[in-house]
């Protein structure tokens, strides 16, 4: 085995800015003042505040400290299931700071505006013709942002047909967003079971859909990373009751350039830009939840949205039926920019490549650590495949232990506890971005933890070793958090 990237290495202990400031330190200096001294009765009050006094080197290390205290994707391997922790390349972010951009302010007239209001209709097409839908909005700020817009537009879309539903079928493979954005528009959610190759079928579905139901909610891959093949007769039995069905599109880092999310008869789906299209899930910045309608349901997409007119872009909130504004201005703008950039370096024919190489990744670690943790659902995955600790429970080693040690190895742990039809989920998703050499090392260090669960179970139990903090009590950190450091 070559060496992992685990290591207990020069990591600093850092105590609070407070701690650190000695009176008379200063992080500046300038010349001596020529002019009395005259204060504002707020800034007396601000200067009241108890601020320590710091140099800028105590600053400039204590937040470069704290800063390697961090893990990402620009560290290591984040196989973070249902998140496609991804590398992000920096040509993206690089476009997205372009001054052009973000200087750009959002009340500036169209006018002066063309060129960031050609992105977002050239964007828009972009998202359609990937996923195979009509139209798209772009306001939604994530995925569950997206899902709430894709319900009221359900709701809207009833409503123009004379009737209200009060239900949506949610199946059990379902990500928690889905039932809260679909309570949130006040339907109740009817949930339903996947069968033992993890998927629906059409029967389950025919059994509760009825004219009472609005439609389903589906993901595809679903959460436990695998294809709703049965898809396209679920979506006619749903049509036939006069349902509309609604796709969580978060997983589409599978099926880019693949999958027509239309023609399977999908009307609304949601992408998660901040997953899919370079920008990391969970990057401490705004996300974007764009929403892909098919035709007959564009008239509800929210507004202002970009159309062109005489050769020129405007915003338009000429759309009576549209279920209004979800977001202040236009959505989150940079997070767009990077897709763009993403989409227009990569092409149709690397986005699929990404894509097959995600679904390659995925289930080469399948297949490689069959023997090793258990398998839940023994078939070809998508972009992430899941585990269980069913062979750790003999030496009482949970899913928890595995991934506090998968740290001293230097691997960011995969999801666990999720989804919660699988018990003890260990949830993997490599990404395309991994190349075979990380992949094979995360294989081996899960390899060496099954070992050391038969041979050594008690060193897991206390693991991680070489972090900052070691095995937490996580009962009490959630109960009693102490924000003070
Ligand atoms: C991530 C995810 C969501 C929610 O997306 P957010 O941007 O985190 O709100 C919804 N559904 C699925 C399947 C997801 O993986």
Known sequence: MKASPGTTGLILNEPLLWEIGQKGRSGFSLPRRDVEFYASPEE???????????????????????????FGVDTGMYPLGSCTMKYNPKINEKMASLPG?????????????????????????????????????????????GELAGMLIFYAYHESKGGHRSKIIIPDTAHGTNPASAALCGYRPVSVKSNEMGVLTP??????????????????????????????????????????????????????????????????????????????????????GPVCVKKHLEPFLPVPRVVEENGKYVLSENFSDSI?????????????????????????ENLKKASQLAVLNANYIKDRLKGVFHLAYDRPCMHECVFSDK?????????????????????????????????????????ETESKDT??????????IAKEATENPD?????????KLKRLDETAAARKPCLAG
């Not at 009241?48 to 937040?63: A, K, N, Q, T």
């Not at 050239?122 to 939604?140: C, H, K, N, W």
């Not at 039995?237 to 999908?266: E, P, S």
């Open 439 to 448: 992949i094979d090392l995360f294989i081996e260090a899960c390899q060496a």
């Open 324 to 348: 209004g504004k979800l977001h202040a201005f236009y959505g989150n703008i940079g997070v767009m920019i990077k897709a763009y950039s993403y989409i227009l370096s990569m092409g149709p």
């Open 459 to 467: 060193v897991l139990r206390k693991a991680p070793y070489h972090s």
């Open 203 to 288: 029967e389950t579905i025919a059994t509760v859909m009825d004219e009472d139901t609005a439609g389903i909610m589906l993901t595809n891959p679903n959460t436990l990373g695998l294809f709703e093949e049965n898809i396209k007769q679920i979506t006619a039995i749903v049509h036939k009751k006069g349902g509309l069905v609604y796709g969580d599109g978060a997983n589409m880092n599978a099926v880019m350039g693949i999958v027509d999310m239309g023609a399977a008869g999908i009307d609304v789906l949601h992408l998660n830009l901040h997953k899919t299209f370079s920008t990391p899930h969970g990057g401490g910045g705004p996300g974007s």
């Open 44 to 70: 007396m009050s601000a200067n009241r505040l108890d601020f320590p006094d710091l140099s800028e080197m105590d600053v400039i290390r204590h937040y470069t400290r704290l800063s390697q205290w961090n």
């Open 391 to 431: 062979f750790q429970e003999a030496d009482k080693i949970t899913t928890l232990d595995i991934a506090k040690r998968l740290m001293d190895y230097g691997f960011h742990p995969p999801t666990i506890y999720f989804p919660l039809v699988v018990h003890g989920a260990l949830m993997i998703e490599p990404t």
């Open 101 to 145: 951009f973000t200087e750009a302010h959002p009340l500036l007239p169209s006018d002066l505006s063309q060129g960031i209001l050609r992105l977002m209709l050239e964007l828009e097409r972009f998202l359609s013709a990937i996923t195979g839908m009509d139209a798209v909005t772009l306001q939604p700020a994530a995925g569950a942002h």
